[in-house]
């Protein structure tokens, strides 16, 4: 029996990190959150979280941790997003 199933791999760190900052990126564009108050709460500028979210920074372990915190981001969340990505990309 197989571990995954073949339309299901598991996701990587780096996917992960990479979700992170889509959903934190959909939950500013949508108004959940603003890059400043966001900032604030992670205690970062906002320059440097603005250039995380698109992408001319990395994101560190330790800011996705403190954001998935922050929003109260869910691991399913972060999967689904992921899978959606992979999904768009094949």
Excluded at 83 to 89: F, P, V
């Amino acid at each position: 029996m197989e571990k995954y199933p073949l339309d299901r791999q598991p996701a990587s760190f780096a996917e992960l990190l990479t979700a992170v900052n889509g959903v934190v990126r959909t939950r500013v564009r949508n108004g959940y959150a603003t890059e400043r108050g966001l900032a604030l709460l992670v205690g970062v500028s906002q320059p440097h979280l603005h250039n995380v979210l698109k992408g001319a920074r990395q994101m560190t372990p330790a800011l996705a941790d403190r954001l998935i915190k922050a929003l109260e981001i869910d691991l399913g969340e972060l999967l689904q997003f992921a899978q959606a990505c992979d999904k768009a990309s094949r």
